[in-house]
């Protein structure tokens, strides 16, 4: 079995950290974390080996977890990438996209397959949502969260709204014509709140908004297509789908009809659909594809080209909020 290492051992790499003990497509060796006193707890909980340095570890292993702050995770890729080592870096993959670049021919040098950690498009919803035919034209995303202390090293661009950026760039398949976007620190020093803008060569537009300060949390993206509109809730993994027709829909498509529209001669039914959503763990369904890809038995399902690309718009949109202060 594939040998894993997790490095940075924080909220997240605890998580990282738990599932792969329990994998049963690679085996954990240890973890390596700044504090040897939080290693060496989690370690003995799992029941694996708590490193005293990031080299003795990727001597140890095939691949790594990196879930360190995000400033590290250019410096520590690139010596686990020298090293021959595959590597799976939780989101935004470097800090800035140039770095990104960097990894990318870094890993291609070495042959070594780079995941990146992006989570949602793992989510159960997100994966029942891959059963339909998706061309949007018009994209609302609301991504809003409580104040949370120990995520504030980076901006709630690079926290929380990458999430949607990369979810839409990846169901829009078109590249990004132009950024209209704005944002205020309230708590912090850097984006605590903000807004995107995204006009794509094909026409689509999507609406983003991400925010730190929010006394309810939310998770939603809203997608406008002809004669479809989809519902997509990440917290709750549900979906539902609104669709117009001409006729009624085949069995195979049991939906609820919630009325008709007069069009002229024409009569069109609205359906209401919640297709069924099948629970998943979405981080354990990210490690499965990570060592599928390792295998050479899938391709690559979140790729440092989409981190990368995610980063860049991250960049121009942080540029923007800034410049607007």
Same mark, same amino acid.
């Not at 924080?10 to 240890?30: D, E, F, M, Q, R």
């Given at each position: 079995? %594939?040998?894993?290492?997790?490095?940075g051992?924080?909220?997240?790499?605890?998580?990282?950290?738990?599932? +792969?003990?329990?994998?049963?497509?690679?085996?954990?060796?240890?973890?390596?974390?700044? #504090?040897?006193i939080?290693?060496?707890?989690?370690?003995?909980?799992?029941?694996?080996?708590?490193?005293?340095?990031?080299?003795t570890?990727?001597?140890s292993?095939d691949?790594?977890?990196?879930?360190?702050?995000?400033?590290?995770?250019?410096?520590?890729a690139?010596?686990?990438?020298?090293?021959?080592?595959?590597?799976?870096?939780?989101?935004?993959?470097?800090?800035?996209?140039q770095?990104?670049?960097?990894?990318?021919?870094?890993a291609?040098?070495?042959?070594?397959?780079?995941?990146?950690?992006h989570?949602?498009r793992?989510?159960?919803?997100?994966?029942?949502?891959?059963?339909?035919?998706?061309?949007?034209?018009?994209?609302?995303?609301?991504?809003?969260?409580?104040?949370?202390?120990?995520?504030?090293?980076?901006?709630?661009?690079?926290?929380?709204?990458?999430?949607?950026?990369?979810?839409?760039? +990846?169901?829009?398949?078109?590249?990004?014509?132009? %950024?209209d976007? #704005?944002?205020?620190?309230?708590?912090?020093?850097?984006?605590?709140?903000?807004?995107a803008?995204?006009?794509?060569?094909?026409?689509?537009?999507?609406?983003?908004?991400? #925010?730190?300060?929010?006394?309810?949390?939310m998770?939603?993206i809203?997608?406008?297509?002809?004669?479809?509109?989809?519902?997509?809730?990440?917290?709750k993994?549900?979906?539902?789908?609104?669709?117009?027709?001409?006729?009624?829909?085949?069995?195979?498509?049991?939906?609820?009809?919630l009325?008709? %529209?007069?069009?002229?001669?024409?009569?069109?039914?609205?359906?209401?659909?919640?297709?069924?959503?099948?629970?998943?763990n979405?981080?354990?369904?990210?490690?499965?594809?990570?060592?599928?890809?390792?295998?050479?038995?899938?391709?690559i399902?979140?790729?440092?080209?989409?981190?990368?690309?995610?980063?860049?718009?991250?960049?121009?949109?942080?540029?923007?909020?800034?410049?607007k202060?």
């Open positions: 079995m %594939i040998r894993i290492g997790v490095i051992i924080g909220h997240l790499g605890a998580i990282h950290t738990k599932l +792969w003990a329990n994998s049963l497509t690679a085996s954990l060796v240890g973890i390596f974390d700044v #504090s040897s939080r290693s060496e707890e989690i370690a003995q909980l799992h029941n694996c080996t708590s490193f005293n340095s990031i080299e570890l990727i001597d292993v691949a790594v977890t990196i879930a360190s702050s995000t400033n590290t995770h250019f410096e520590i690139k010596q686990c990438i020298q090293a021959g080592k595959h590597c799976f870096i939780e989101k935004p993959i470097t800090e800035s996209y770095q990104a670049q960097e990894l990318i021919a870094l291609k040098e070495h042959s070594v397959i780079l995941q990146v950690g989570v949602e793992f989510n159960p919803a997100m994966v029942a949502l891959s059963e339909y035919s998706v061309q949007p034209k018009f994209i609302e995303a609301h991504r809003l969260s409580q104040f949370k202390p120990r995520a504030i090293d980076v901006s709630v661009v690079h926290d929380l709204m990458i999430h949607d950026i990369d979810i839409v760039l +990846w169901l829009v398949q078109s590249p990004v014509k132009s %950024i976007a #704005s944002g205020v620190n309230v708590l912090t020093p850097t984006i605590d709140i903000a807004n803008r995204l006009t794509f060569e094909n026409g689509c537009v999507a609406n983003l908004t991400a #925010s730190r300060l929010s006394v309810q949390a998770r939603k809203r997608m406008f297509q002809e004669n479809t509109y989809f519902s997509l809730d990440f917290a993994s549900e979906l539902e789908i609104f669709r117009i027709a001409d006729a009624d829909l085949p069995q195979s498509q049991q939906a609820t009809m009325g008709t %529209i007069d069009a002229g001669t024409i009569k069109r039914s609205i359906y209401y659909d919640k297709p069924t959503v099948t629970p998943t979405a981080i354990e369904q990210e490690h499965i594809s990570f060592v599928k890809a390792i295998e050479g038995k899938a391709p399902a979140v790729t440092a080209d989409d981190g990368s690309e995610a980063l860049r718009i991250v960049e121009l949109i942080q540029e923007q909020c800034l410049s202060l």
